[in-house]
């Protein structure tokens, strides 16, 4: 499986040359350098399937946004009924690729963790119709979480919200404005920033002064102080080598979430290795065994899940911010 990912060599945020554009380019072009959906080249043509990685229980599915774009995902299953956990992850990815470059992650949770996982990539990305902005991805965050409600097979398992860097402040995003509805069970967070404005001055140093220009905030510091619920649990997973996302700003989340909360850290994990990260899938595991999978009933026989993982599969060039 390494194979398929030793080819990925996605830049996460444009940072050469950013400090030489003037404000107005800063301005104006900002979707461009926050969302490189073009990245690796072919990106928005070339999404590996499932069949690629031996996926074979999965479905790729077409849906539309309530502003008449049309979202590309995979839904893949546990590949037996006795190894399915009534979960689903609706997963959210970073900034980079398109959601076929993270099929070797999805094939972990639902061949070795026995979770549906519906993997849904964003406007301008990959399959995806239309382009890239917060306003749009809240949208496509909002519809996706929709979909898997009202999903005949999907709306009986507990709902998972999962979101890596990018994909962590839309989760934070639905999290806020979800939490009410009183459907979600868990919420796991992978190196996310507080927003974009306090991230710039740590990937785009020179540029610091221009932070307020920008208008894609995902401030997720703030959406995160507004969640109401205390009971839904929230897993941190940060990898304390990363070089985009400041690992402080994951433990400032940490610190100021409301709700239950569980902090895991991989020294070694930088950006976009920390999923490759000895006990990464073990802390998920834990996570939603103890958290997630609550009656008694469906506790018995999970104290121990057949998590086996090569590193080499997962650890690859940069996928995505």
């Known amino acids: 499986m390494a194979s ?10 444009a940072t050469s040359g950013l400090a030489a554009l003037g404000s107005s380019l800063l301005y104006f072009k900002q979707n461009e350098i926050i969302y490189p959906a073009g990245l690796p080249a072919g990106s928005r043509t070339n999404v590996p399937t499932p069949e690629q990685f031996r996926l074979e229980n999965a479905e790729s599915i077409k849906f539309p946004t309530p ?18 956990k009534n979960i689903t992850l609706l997963t959210f990815h970073g900034n980079a690729g398109n959601v076929g470059h993270r099929l070797p992650i999805g094939k972990v949770l639902s061949e070795s963790l026995g979770c549906h996982v519906f993997m849904v990539e964003y406007r301008g990305y990959g399959l995806s119709t239309g382009s890239p902005s917060e306003d749009g991805l809240s949208i496509d ?5 929709d979909y898997v409600r009202n999903h005949e097979e999907l709306r ?15 989760t934070v995003k639905l999290l806020q404005t979800n939490y009410q509805v009183g459907d979600i069970a868990g919420v796991i967070l992978e190196n996310t920033f507080l927003s974009i404005r306090k991230l710039i001055p740590s990937v785009m140093p020179p540029a610091k002064y ?3 220009l920008c208008h894609q905030r995902w401030d997720s510091e703030q959406s995160l102080s507004k969640v109401g619920d205390k009971t839904i649990p929230v897993l941190f997973l940060s990898g304390l080598r990363d070089e ?38 073990d802390a998920i595991w834990g996570f939603l065994v103890q958290e997630v ?3 008694p009933r469906e506790k018995m026989n999970l104290e121990k899940a057949d998590v086996d993982v090569d590193p080499d599969d997962l650890r690859s060039e940069p996928i995505g911010g």
Request: proline share 10%.
């Open 141 to 145: 965050g909002q519809t996706a979480l």
């Open 156 to 170: 009986k398992t507990h709902i998972v919200l999962y979101g890596q860097s990018l994909g962590g402040a839309l």
């Open 210 to 212: 221009l932070a307020y």
């Open 67 to 84: 502003d008449g774009e049309t979202l590309h995902a995979y839904l893949l299953r546990p590949p037996t009924p006795d190894l399915r």
């Open 244 to 281: 985009i996302v400041p690992p402080f700003m994951m433990k400032s989340l940490y610190d100021l979430c409301p709700t239950k909360k569980i902090w895991k850290e991989f020294p070694n994990g930088d950006h976009n290795s920390t999923v490759a990260e000895p006990g990464y899938f």
């Open 4 to 13: 398929y990912l030793s080819w990925l060599r996605i830049p996460v945020f």
């Open 293 to 295: 999978l609550v009656a």
